[in-house]
């Protein structure tokens, strides 16, 4: 099945137990049960707000975040999540880093623990831009249920592609 590329990672067994919600058309249920309702974080200056405090909270010292918007463009089937970039500039001198986050515009209506985790993989980006053991480990020191949120998100992916949206 194409839509279980999101967990292949996680092995055989993970793997046949989705399927067998797919089918028996529970994924949706599974994900309600756990997740009941979407975040209130509907428009960009809410969402730089948020990532905002959640860098001030656990990465004071890293690099300042220029822009944060939900980006209409992003298409997660394809592409990501969201997307950390790094521009550079150069004015007289010196050298201008502006860091941006855009994240998929689907996102405005998932869970809470979604667009927590979500910032939360984008904001480790600013201290560690590959995905080792040290980029994992900050996620999980700003969000200690990263990888649970990580794989709902997976299923969430999944469910998107075969149901369409869970929460409207």
Not at 127 to 134: F, G, L, R, T, V
């Amino acid at each position: 099945m194409k839509s279980l590329r999101y967990i292949t990672a996680y092995g055989e067994e993970t793997t046949q137990k989705v399927a067998q919600l797919i089918r028996e058309e529970k994924l949706s249920t599974l994900l309600l049960r756990r997740y009941p309702k979407p975040h209130s974080i509907s428009t960009d200056k809410a969402l730089y707000s948020y990532t905002q405090s959640l860098k001030n909270e656990y990465l004071k010292k890293s690099p300042p975040l220029s822009k944060v918007l939900y980006d209409n463009n992003i298409h997660i089937i394809h592409d990501a999540l969201g997307l950390h970039t790094y521009a550079h500039r150069i004015q007289g001198n010196k050298i201008k880093r502006k860091n941006e986050i855009r994240i998929g515009a689907i996102f405005k209506q998932t869970p809470s623990e979604f667009i927590r985790m979500i910032v939360t993989h984008e904001l480790a980006h600013l201290k560690e831009k590959e995905h080792n053991k040290a980029f994992y480990k900050l996620c999980t020191h700003i969000e200690p249920n990263y990888a649970q949120y990580e794989f709902d998100m997976r299923l969430y992916m999944i469910h998107l592609e075969v149901f369409g949206k869970v929460w409207e």
